[in-house]
């Protein structure tokens, strides 16, 4: 282990975030942090705020909130008013030498507020590009430009910013950030957790399904997923007689309104899954589709490649960038509804296409991919 780790593994870290319960690529991430705590890797604590009573388990320090505020476009997703005095105290009580944000809402600026205050070194992870969602989420120019003011503001208080995609890393540096704090952060997947040896086609007899080309989606259930572009796709083959069938897996508020749209045609839903149902789920299917144009990154591509399937994204945002276009599936045009209907018909109609890029995607898993414990360094180096 080199100098610089093993100096920034000393420190006790504190991590914020304005989410920790939902089910989202940033809670994924903390709760990988988490079992690289426990491991003995790093010294971190996380802070969060909701309505749940002040409490501290698994590392997970919530604190009762004193307010909310529901976003009216997007009303199951809330900020919590953290209790700021009591916040303060804890962090001057256990004694943190580096603060992490991991969201940008109200318990990141309390974070950065905390920072200055106290004269601790603060850093931020870039997880989610909250302008582009904006946009998608009301349609209007003027509010994605306020967040866009507030983003580049917000960022550039910080002494690092961690990106997880070359993308997303230009597109900052491009609207305002400071390109000397923004770093790269590497991105792993347990290949060994998901890998095609999970395959097991009796899971589809539980769901009454038979042996056409699976499509899957793996994610929140929400309109900024592009699922709506998705559907119309799926229900544009479906009419023209090819056999198919498409399975979301994950929850959000979308997805009242996404079953209704696909009722009747051959879709499942199997909600928020995890462990082995989850890790078959993947294997078992035979090509895994995530049409979004807002992702910063995308932990589901890398699992879906190590689990032996090809993988159709879009052309924009940074999931493009953890796979390798007409060798471990497609980048298509995003937002562009008869591209990716062309290329779900292209492989419905050659199984042995699928089969060949879903091999390639397991192997270009395997020889890019990077250990737990070799990630565990990284979030060292960069005090998460």
């Known amino acids: 282990m080199s100098r610089e780790i093993e100096d920034v593994t000393g420190d006790k870290i504190v991590l914020f975030t304005d989410t920790i319960n939902e089910i989202n690529g940033v809670v994924t991430t903390i709760k990988r942090l988490i079992e690289t705590a426990n491991a003995g890797e790093i010294d971190l604590t996380v802070i969060t705020c909701s309505s749940d009573e002040t409490s501290f388990k698994n590392r997970i320090k919530n604190f009762k909130s004193v307010g909310d505020f529901a976003l009216p476009e997007y009303p199951e997703l809330k900020l919590y008013f953290p209790p700021i005095l009591d ?22 600026l309390l974070a950065l507020f905390i920072a200055k205050l106290m004269d601790i070194p603060v850093s ?23 967040s866009w003011k507030y983003v580049i503001w917000f ?32 991105t792993w997947v347990d290949t060994k957790i998901f890998s095609p040896i999970k395959r097991d086609f009796r899971i589809w007899e539980k769901y009454k399904m038979d042996g056409e080309v699976k499509f899957l989606y793996v994610g ?54 995890t462990g082995e149902e989850l890790t078959t789920l993947y294997a078992s299917s035979d090509v895994f589709v995530f049409p979004s144009a807002t992702d910063t990154f995308g932990i589901v591509i890398l699992e879906a490649q190590a689990s032996g399937l090809p993988v159709i994204v879009s052309d924009e945002g940074g999931p493009k960038e953890l796979m390798i276009h007409n060798e471990t599936g497609y980048v298509v045009k995003a937002n562009d509804r008869s591209a990716l209907v062309n290329t779900l018909i292209l492989l419905i109609k050659d199984r042995e296409k699928i089969k060949v890029m879903g091999e390639r995607a397991r192997k270009f898993i395997e020889t890019r991919g990077r250990s737990p414990e070799d990630m565990s360094s990284r979030y060292a180096v960069h005090g998460l």
């Not at 804890?90 to 991991?102: A, D, K, L, P, Q």
């Not at 931020?124 to 306020?146: G, K």
């Open 220 to 273: 929140r259930v929400s309109k900024e997923k592009n699922l709506e572009l998705l559907a119309d796709a799926f229900i544009n083959i479906i009419k023209t007689g090819l056999r198919c069938s498409l399975i979301i897996t994950g929850d959000g508020p979308y997805r009242c309104e996404l079953e209704r749209k696909l009722e009747g045609y051959p879709a499942l839903f199997t909600g928020f899954l």
């Open 155 to 186: 960022f550039n208080q910080m002494e690092e910013v961690l990106v997880p995609s070359k993308s997303t890393q230009d597109q900052i540096i491009e609207k305002g950030i400071s390109p000397e704090k923004v770093k790269s952060l590497w």
């Open 124 to 146: 931020a992870t870039y997880h989610t590009d909250i302008p582009q969602y904006v946009m998608s989420l009301t349609n209007d120019e003027f509010l994605e430009s306020m």
């Open 87 to 108: 916040v303060i105290d804890y962090i001057e009580r256990e004694g943190f030498t580096r603060i992490h944000v991991s969201t940008p809402g109200t318990l990141g």
